[in-house]
């Protein structure tokens, strides 16, 4: 019944390694975003994709890369992980043409030592 | 670029109280979303409320509602009768259209307690 799950939940790495987080959803939506919610608890938007398209992408290092497969799942994939990257990360989507209800996951804390 | 400012870092109101928080925000496009989201110490964001600035009606969810001042750029939610699972950070957000995605800008958030 999860509508945006992520995995996962928790995930403590050492630096300078890669890792990547899960995103699905079963909304049937068309778009699918990832946003960073730092320590200080401020949200900001890092990628959007549309229907496999990328849309939106923030000053992001290129160190991180979203990929979307199909437009159920978008991936973020992270490299040479630094301790500025510990974050609570979450998964959201939204139906194209809709009043842009976006719905987000359970978030991915990342912790980086 | 839109920013979203709520000045109201914390508050503390006790139970079955009225609450209002404030939200002001800085843009210069005619059409365009507003939203308050709530995130308890799950962690989980959960819809609030939303408002479609071509409306002028305030927008109403049970025991929320919005004051939405178009021309003061000003969007404060009122939390009637406060429970104790009103406990959470609330986050003020503003919303356009970017081709087929919608780009939501958050403010920093408020803090609000409701003590029995």
């Known amino acids: 019944d999860t509508a945006v799950s992520q995995t996962p939940k928790y995930l403590v790495t050492q630096m300078g390694n890669d890792k990547s987080i899960k995103c699905e959803q079963n909304l049937g939506h068309d778009t699918m975003y990832w946003y960073k919610q730092d320590s200080k608890k401020f949200l900001k938007i890092m990628f959007s994709?549309?229907?496999?398209?990328?849309?939106i992408n923030e000053t992001v290092p290129n160190r991180f890369s979203p990929k979307s497969p199909d437009k159920a799942h978008l991936n973020l994939h992270i490299n040479s992980l630094e301790l500025g990257d510990s974050a609570v990360y979450f998964c959201?989507?939204?139906?194209?043409?809709?009043?842009?209800?976006?719905?987000f996951g359970p978030g991915t804390r990342l912790l980086v030592l | 670029a839109q920013t979203v400012t709520q000045s109201q870092p914390e508050m503390s109101v006790q139970e079955a109280e009225t609450v209002t928080l404030s939200c002001t925000y800085d843009?210069?496009?005619?059409?365009?979303?507003l939203f308050w989201y709530k995130q308890p110490p799950s962690r989980q964001m959960i819809l609030v409320i939303r408002q479609e600035a071509y409306k002028q009606q305030n927008a109403t969810e049970n025991r929320f509602s919005v004051n939405f001042q178009k021309a003061a750029k000003s969007f404060s939610l009122k939390i009637s009768d406060s429970q104790l699972g009103d406990t959470a950070m609330y986050f003020c957000?503003?919303?356009?259209?970017?081709?087929?995605?919608?780009?939501?800008?958050f403010g920093q958030g408020t803090r609000l307690t409701i003590n029995p």
């Open positions: 959201a989507s939204s139906r194209t043409g809709t009043l842009g209800t976006q719905y």
């Open positions: 994709y549309n229907n496999k398209e990328l849309i």
């Open positions: 843009t210069s496009e005619s059409n365009y979303y």
């Open positions: 957000a503003f919303m356009k259209r970017i081709q087929g995605a919608q780009k939501l800008v």
